[in-house]
Structure formats: structure tokens, C-alpha cells
């Protein structure tokens, strides 16, 4: 039997919504002969048609491809390479994703379920279920030795994803500015858009923070960076919904929270380090009195008891 007539005529897989560059994993497969289909464990019929590629193909290495995730990419309006951009990975990665050959790891999973805007579980439901937690530790998200080591693109997704609160009650949230260079642009749109914009600081001048400088002792003193957040600030203007605060407490110096909704962002301070040497928790919140609304009461109680900054926002 001729393979081509068996396959429906053509020999073009046609893919997503252009037919002459369809792609699978990142492997374009538009004008490729039937006898390269036959490699591996491809396997092509006249039910192969536009949208569709079949369940396996000499990509996977023996996994199944992940259908659920090929079609959250393109309900999204997405291409593997942009997901992998907005995830923060290779695109190898994200091929590796669709082909079944592994699944990534639990915090990488909840960043592409957001990108995507969908649930994880749909995606990869054996990963997930084979990682249930049934205490309180099912809030931690993931955890990371050296804040340094949570990627950037996590802080942009919680960023970007927040609608109703972003509290940021680090000591001076000085590396926010460094990280995210145009942040002070998206957090104006997203006061423009009703989200509440908290920042919690030391003051530059109290006596605690000039402790601190001598127990860090680094020439980017804790009240320079205070400052450079407070200028970051002032040049935002006058934003409705934007509010700062100084607050006094030594529990504040020695832990520094960042609220996104149900989301938080949670690093204690250790020792004489600087705060990207210091661990950090993702919590996401999944009960009344957990983890998350722990440390979300302690910001509201630190706020409480703060110092307007005269600067910052319209009611400061």
C-alpha cells in the first residue's frame, strides 16, 4: 500500500493556523516527506488533519505528547518560543513540555498554569497528583536557598497577575528597581486600574537602620538604598492608589514580605547577609489562618502602626 494515499493525498501536516509552517515541539513539519513521518513513533492517518498531530511522534522519546498543554498555547494566542520567554526557560525546555518527554518542576509549573491562564493540574495531572500535599505545607509554592535564585519572570508574573493588592514591605525593596527597570510604569497602571500599591520601608534615618549599616558594613549603606526606593517613588508623582509607609518595627527589619493577592513572596533575614542572600518562600494562599494569611496579618499589623511618607501618593 502507498503510505501517502493511505495518509489522505497531500504530504503536508498542517498545524496551528498556518498550513505551510506547522510546528511540532519546535520542529517544523510542513513539506516533510511521508517517509520521514514513518521514523520513530509517528503515526499519521487521514484523521490528522488542521490543528491536529498525532498522539506520538519521533520527538517524544517514548513520552505522549501533552495535548492539554499544545492546546492552552494556542488558546492563548501563543507559540512555544513565547511561553518559553514569559516562563523564563529555553525553548528546548518548553519543546521537551510538549513532547511528554518530562514535566517541570512544581514552581515552573504554577508559572506557565498563570501564563497561560489555566490550572495546573490540567496540564500535567499525574505530576501534580504525584506531588499532593494534605497539610498546611500545600500553601509553599516553592522555596529557593538565596532569594537571588528566584528567577525574575516569577516576580513578573505575581506582578502582572495581581488586580486587587500589591504590598511590598521589604526594608527597602531597593533590588525592585534594579530588577524590573520599567516596574514604576506598571505599577502606576496598575493603580490606574484599582489595584491597592503598598510599599513598607524603614526609615533612612532611624537609629535601627543605622545599626544594621554597621552589621552589614557594605558601601551601599541600607539607608542609600531606603532612599534610592523613595526616589523611585517620588518620581511616580502623584498616583492615586500608591501609598508608602515607614515603619519602626525591628520585625519588619528582620523579615521582609511581598503580597500579590492570594500570592506572597516571603524572605527572612539571616544573619549579617544582604537580602538576596537571605531563602525565600513563594506561599500561595489555600486556607483561613495558613501560612499566607500568617504573614499577610503581619504586614497589615506593621502597616497599621506606620509613618505616612509625605511624598508618595495622593492620602500619604
Known amino acids: 500500500?502507498?503510505?501517502?494515499?493511505?495518509?489522505?493525498?497531500?504530504?503536508?501536516?498542517?498545524?496551528?493556523?498556518?498550513?505551510?509552517?506547522?510546528?511540532?515541539?519546535?520542529?517544523?513539519?510542513?513539506?516533510?516527506?511521508?517517509?520521514?513521518?514513518?521514523?520513530?513513533?509517528?503515526?499519521?492517518?487521514?484523521?490528522?488533519?488542521?490543528?491536529?498531530?498525532?498522539?506520538?511522534?519521533?520527538?517524544?522519546?517514548?513520552?505522549?505528547?501533552?495535548?492539554?498543554?499544545?492546546?492552552?498555547?494556542?488558546?492563548?494566542?501563543?507559540?512555544?518560543?513565547?511561553?518559553?520567554?514569559?516562563?523564563?526557560?529555553?525553548?528546548?525546555?518548553?519543546?521537551?513540555?510538549?513532547?511528554?518527554?518530562?514535566?517541570?518542576?512544581?514552581?515552573?509549573?504554577?508559572?506557565?498554569?498563570?501564563?497561560?491562564?489555566?490550572?495546573?493540574?490540567?496540564?500535567?495531572?499525574?505530576a501534580v497528583k504525584s506531588t499532593i500535599k494534605l497539610g498546611h505545607d500545600r500553601e509553599i509554592v516553592s522555596t529557593y536557598p538565596f532569594r537571588s535564585l528566584c528567577p525574575t519572570s516569577v516576580w513578573a508574573?505575581?506582578?502582572?497577575?495581581?488586580k486587587k493588592r500589591i504590598t511590598m514591605s521589604g526594608y527597602t525593596s531597593y533590588f525592585l528597581w534594579q530588577d524590573h527597570p520599567r516596574i514604576a510604569d506598571r505599577l502606576k497602571a496598575k493603580a490606574a486600574a484599582g489595584c491597592e500599591i503598598r510599599f513598607l520601608l524603614g526609615d533612612p534615618d532611624a537609629e535601627m537602620t543605622r545599626q544594621r549599616e554597621e552589621l552589614e558594613g557594605v558601601p551601599l549603606t541600607v539607608s542609600t538604598r531606603i532612599r534610592i526606593t523613595l526616589d523611585q517613588l517620588a518620581k511616580m508623582g502623584v498616583t492615586p492608589g500608591v501609598e508608602a509607609r515607614f515603619s519602626d518595627s525591628p520585625a519588619h527589619l528582620s523579615q521582609s514580605v511581598f503580597i500579590f493577592d492570594d500570592q506572597l513572596l516571603y524572605t527572612p533575614h539571616i544573619g549579617d547577609g544582604l537580602g538576596h542572600e537571605s531563602p525565600l518562600f513563594h506561599l500561595r494562599r489555600l486556607e483561613d489562618d495558613g501560612l499566607y494569611d500568617r504573614f499577610a496579618q503581619h504586614v497589615d499589623v506593621l502597616w497599621g502602626r506606620g509613618r505616612p511618607v509625605p511624598i508618595v501618593g495622593a492620602d500619604s
Open 1 to 126: 500500500m502507498d503510505p501517502a494515499a493511505d495518509a489522505g493525498g497531500p504530504t503536508d501536516l498542517l498545524l496551528g493556523q498556518v498550513p505551510d509552517r506547522g510546528e511540532v515541539c519546535g520542529v517544523r513539519l510542513a513539506h516533510v516527506p511521508y517517509s520521514a513521518w514513518t521514523l520513530g513513533t509517528l503515526e499519521v492517518s487521514s484523521a490528522d488533519t488542521w490543528g491536529h498531530f498525532p498522539a506520538r511522534h519521533p520527538y517524544a522519546a517514548g513520552g505522549i505528547v501533552n495535548t492539554a498543554l499544545r492546546e492552552a498555547v494556542a488558546d492563548a494566542g501563543m507559540s512555544p518560543s513565547l511561553l518559553a520567554r514569559k516562563v523564563g526557560v529555553a525553548g528546548k525546555t518548553v519543546d521537551r513540555w510538549l513532547s511528554g518527554e518530562r514535566a517541570p518542576h512544581a514552581d515552573t509549573r504554577m508559572r506557565v498554569a498563570e501564563v497561560l491562564g489555566v490550572s495546573a493540574d490540567s496540564l500535567w495531572p499525574q
Open 157 to 162: 508574573s505575581l506582578l502582572d497577575g495581581a
